[in-house]
């Protein structure tokens, strides 16, 4: 004997469909739709004019916006900035990057929502903390 199928209201259908995670804008309208992969981003901004300590190969990838650059009592910098991608997006540029730039990359720790990937060039470390802001932005805090 075969079981009744269970049937969802159309109304309660809609809210689990619209309540489907993504790079969705904020505000959300009431039809069905399914997580959409994030925009790919292709203009190439310059990169900023870093102070004078701070190494001015760092990562900087497409569509970043400078938040915050301070010296930190330590003497390190911290930089803060987002990019238009997903963490795991970010963590593969900054690799790249840093190897193509000649830093030696360490062992970091890689997660979905964040990561944690230490450098060091030339004997001078520095550390790059990954971190969602959403599914498709991610906040880069550099320090240096």
């Keep these: 004997m075969r079981a009744a199928a269970t049937r969802l209201p159309a109304g309660l259908l809609?809210?689990?469909l619209a309540t489907v995670t993504g790079c969705t804008p904020a505000v959300r309208i009431a039809v069905p739709a399914i997580s959409q992969p994030c925009p790919t981003v292709r203009e190439t901004t310059p990169p900023?004019?870093?102070?004078a300590s701070v190494p001015p190969d760092l990562p900087w990838p497409p569509g970043a916006h400078l938040v915050s650059a301070s010296r930190l009592s330590n003497?390190?910098?911290?930089?803060?900035y987002t990019s238009p991608q997903p963490v795991a997006q970010s963590l593969e540029f900054a690799v790249t990057a840093l190897t193509k730039a000649g830093f030696?990359?360490?062992?970091g720790i890689?997660?979905?929502?964040?990561?944690?990937?230490p450098f060091t060039r030339q004997g001078n470390p520095g550390v790059i903390v990954l971190s969602a802001e959403d599914p498709c932005t991610t906040r880069w805090r550099v320090e240096v």
């Design 14 to 16: 809609l809210v689990l």
């Design 48 to 51: 900023v004019q870093w102070p």
């Design 75 to 80: 003497g390190f910098w911290s930089l803060t």
């Design 104 to 107: 030696t990359v360490g062992r």
């Design 110 to 117: 890689a997660g979905a929502s964040e990561s944690r990937l």
